[in-house]
């Protein structure tokens, strides 16, 4: 199921959009941690003409100076929270300022949403301090401004906490520690909150909807 909402909520896509869609030079995959991000954007590598996919530097966060920061941060989240969440604002920056020439970019997650939904938790939490979060909404206002930092189209992966809780504890890898029930349901209304004061275009697309159906519905914004 697909659901669309621009600025003034429309819920059915007009063709006139689409085709302004497919103008777009930074589109931006959202979604909680679990939704199938990563996994949705390694399956659509080298599908569609013309577009550049980034995942999240993920290994950055894990193996800095001999640090995995992300673990680091679940283990002591007050002593290391600031120091990560810096690291991936200048991370998700650089990786969205690489050049792309004439293509388009689709990006896992943005610096918007590292300000909005992941450094809103950390201050509700205590995890970081007012200045802390001061510090960081200024690297934030200033990155914004620079050139080639704006976006043009979200699309987010709507899918239940439940859900991302069960993919998450399938999945192979235990260098991270999982995350709570309750932080993955706190995500989903921080990412609600942001998204509903969006003014560019946002794609919702359910859980319902099958992997080949999602991939589908990606590949129509550039044919």
């Known amino acids: 199921m697909r659901r669309w909402f621009s600025r003034h909520r429309a819920t059915v896509l007009p063709n006139s959009l689409l085709d302004e869609m497919k103008k777009k030079k930074t589109v931006v995959l959202e979604g909680n941690i679990g939704s199938g991000k990563s996994t949705l954007l390694e399956n659509l590598k080298g599908e569609m003409e013309n577009v550049i996919i980034r995942t999240e530097p993920i290994e950055l966060w894990q193996n800095i100076a001999g640090i995995n920061l992300l673990q680091e941060r679940y283990e002591d989240p007050k002593k290391w929270s600031f120091l990560l969440q810096s690291y991936i604002q200048v991370t998700m920056a650089r990786l969205q300022k690489e050049p792309i020439g004439n293509n388009t970019l689709l ?38 401004q620079q050139k080639d930092m704006k976006i043009d189209l979200i699309i987010y992966l709507e899918v239940s906490p439940e859900e991302c809780l069960s993919r998450i504890k399938k999945r192979e890898e235990t260098t991270v520690k999982q ?45």
Do not use: C, G
């Open 107 to 144: 990006i896992e997650r943005s610096i918007w949403s590292a300000r909005y939904v992941f450094a809103e938790y950390l201050l509700e939490q205590q995890h970081i301090t007012d200045v802390e979060m001061a510090v960081l909404d200024e690297w934030f206002k200033f990155i914004q």
């Open 179 to 223: 995350p709570s029930l309750l932080y993955l349901k706190r995500l989903q209304e921080l990412y609600s909150k942001w998204l509903q004061k969006q003014e560019h275009p946002v794609m919702y697309i359910t859980e319902a909807t099958t992997k080949e159906d999602i991939k589908n519905e990606i590949r129509k914004l550039w044919r």
